[in-house]
């Protein structure tokens, strides 16, 4: 206790000016003030304040030492905040960023989810399919689906998403089901523009590869392929995320189950891991609660 009011009173003269001002704003003397940071120089052997009878000023080894101890406290208030009945409420501006499609049908809702439980906040949601710069776009949380690329970000795991090969039952009615993915070639298969291949095992638990396939239509937009696989016009690879309600509800069948890749993560990345306001750490909660419970994508549509 005594070392980290030592801290605090570190941080209240430094940023206050004063040891009056920072006595005042702890409710004691200017000579506590003075005791607790003659005691913690003398604990680190480091000169932190140069002190006269009108200013404070700040060492070099204090300055740097001060933002350590603004994170260390801000750190704390939010974990006493997330904790207590009575704490802190989330405040302030959060801006997330995530896939379009994904967004849409599954991070909005969270969204307003959130914005009602903590009605200090304010949201700005992006939806985008390009990889936004969080740091100079000022974005807060990014939700990114797949195999997280090496960075100075960071990452943590929501929960998994794969991807099946669909078909309507009138497609199937009238053109068979394939049994293995030897049996593709023998289908439409609708693709993705640029579309290297579907991922799947050459055999039931065998090696994931890339497996070209070949139809009558091609296009950039994934939910346009959903769409004509209702139709019927052919098999798509999709995410569950897109298709779930579709394959509950009996309007897609899932093939080729046997021969899935398995499922990749659903993260959140930003940009910085230690000093994480209350806002943003209380969403990326709600999404990892959501995300990562397999209710959530096998439960009624």
Known sequence: MDHLRQLQAFVNSATRGSLSAAAQLEGVTPAVIGRRLDALEARLGVRLLLRTTRRLSLTFEG???LEDCQRLLTDLANAEAAVSLGGIRASGHLKVSAPAGFGRRHVAPLVAAFM???PGVTVCLDLTDRVVDLVNEGVDCAVRIGEMADSSLASSKLGEMRRVVVASPAYLAARGVPESPGDLAAHNCLSLDRQRGWML???????????KVSGNFEC???AVLHEWALAGKGLAWRSIWEVGDDLRGGRLVSLLDDYAAPPVGIHAVFPERRHLPLRVRLFIDQLRQTFGDPRYWSGPG
């Open 201 to 211: 095992r050459d055999t039931p638990g065998g090696v994931v590869s890339s497996r």
């Open 116 to 118: 009602d439980a903590n």
């Open 63 to 65: 300055q740097a030492f």
């Open 220 to 222: 950039n937009d994934g």
